[in-house]
């Protein structure tokens, strides 16, 4: 720009004045352009994101009404239930109950369809076939809100927020109080980590929770859907990450929930955990249900060698 702008003010047009002036708008505009330039790696990244976006876009509205949840109980039941992930079906005619004030472990080989079994008690996707209903009412006969209400779902893959673990919490329960936010954090058995940190419950999480480890990140989010304290609880994997100790506070803090009447129901392959809390162990295998049966003791302090069924439904 220079040596041109020098060749045109001596032409005497434009004047000196306007040199300067181009000059300095050039700077500014420069900066950015360098910035940008800097981000081009990043477009392939972008725009398979936002293809993603636009084939999400597409999708058909889920089944919903905008009837408020009229449910006579926090029953859930799955009849009949089919599922395909566009051509391939991945349950096949599922059929299960989990009554109020139990805790059912669901267990099977890794793909046998347990995440998305319990994805579509909260309403991922739509159904290919049967009917799943919570207090007898059809989940599609209400409308999202309501459900959500009505369900606490940690999922396989927690995600965070970059924000403060504080504030992660709180979507739980966006106007609980800071009290009630520490005590889930505490039933949840963040109380020894969140010490450890620098500005302890008020640490930045991270972009998707980076600065936490996986068993941490499993934790927060268990606080948030304890904090959620709705009636039916949804946990996959939540304890995977966690050693024996947390586990088994863990445990302890489910089985008060189920306690106070809740349905709880837990996807794992940690066979300490189910003999330290469950009822019920509902097994599938490839899409469909293989076993379903009660623990055979109400005391779950029995040792794993005390408890013959449980060895023999494969984990
Ligand atoms: N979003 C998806 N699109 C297509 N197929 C999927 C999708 N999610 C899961 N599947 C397929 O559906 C089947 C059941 O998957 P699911 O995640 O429910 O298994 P899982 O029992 O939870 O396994 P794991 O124990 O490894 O978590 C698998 O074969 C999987 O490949
Ligand atoms: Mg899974």
């Known amino acids: 720009m220079l040596p041109v702008g020098t060749i045109f003010v001596i032409n005497a047009t434009p004047s ?12 500014s505009v420069g900066m950015p352009l360098l910035k940008a330039l800097a981000f081009a790696g990043k477009i392939p990244q972008l725009s398979y994101k936002i293809d993603e976006i636009e084939k999400a876009m597409d999708n ?9 949840f009229i449910g006579n109980s926090h029953i859930v039941k799955f009849e009949n239930v089919r ?31 347990k995440s998305t079994l319990a994805k579509l008690l909260v309403h991922y996707y739509d159904l290919n076939g049967g009917k799943i209903s919570l207090g007898g009412q059809d989940i599609t006969d209400m409308s999202i809100e309501a459900l959500n209400d009505n369900i606490s ?23 609980a109080s800071r009290e009630e936010v520490l005590s889930a954090a505490e039933k949840a058995q963040c109380g020894e980590f969140l010490a450890r940190l620098p500005k302890g419950i008020d640490t930045l999480a ?37 050693d024996l100790a947390h ?11 189920k306690e106070m009447g809740k349905t709880v129901i837990v996807v794992t392959h940690d066979n300490e955990f189910i ?26 302090s029995l040792s794993p060698e005390h408890t013959p069924s449980l060895v023999s439904v494969p984990l």
């Open 16 to 27: 000196l004045a306007d040199l300067v002036l181009v000059f300095c708008l050039s700077l």
């Open 60 to 68: 058909e509205p889920l089944k919903s009404n905008g009837n408020s």
């Open 83 to 113: 599922f395909a992930y566009k051509d391939r079906e991945v349950l096949h005619g599922v059929s299960l109950e989990l009554p109020e004030g139990t805790l059912t472990a669901l267990v099977g080989e890794s793909g046998s369809g």
């Open 153 to 175: 779902y940690v999922s396989q893959e927690q995600f965070l927020f970059n924000t403060t673990l504080y504030n992660n919490i709180l979507i739980g329960k966006p106007d």
């Open 206 to 242: 991270g972009d998707g929770g980076k600065m936490l480890s996986g068993g941490e990140r499993q934790r927060i989010s268990l606080a948030r859907a304890i904090l959620k304290n709705a009636p039916v609880i949804v946990l996959d994997e939540a304890t995977s990450g966690l």
């Open 247 to 257: 586990m088994k506070q863990v445990s302890q803090q489910l089985k008060k929930l």
């Open 275 to 300: 003999i330290s809390c469950c009822d019920h162990i509902i097994r599938l295998e490839n899409g469909c249900v293989a076993e379903n049966c009660p623990m055979p003791v109400s005391d779950h």
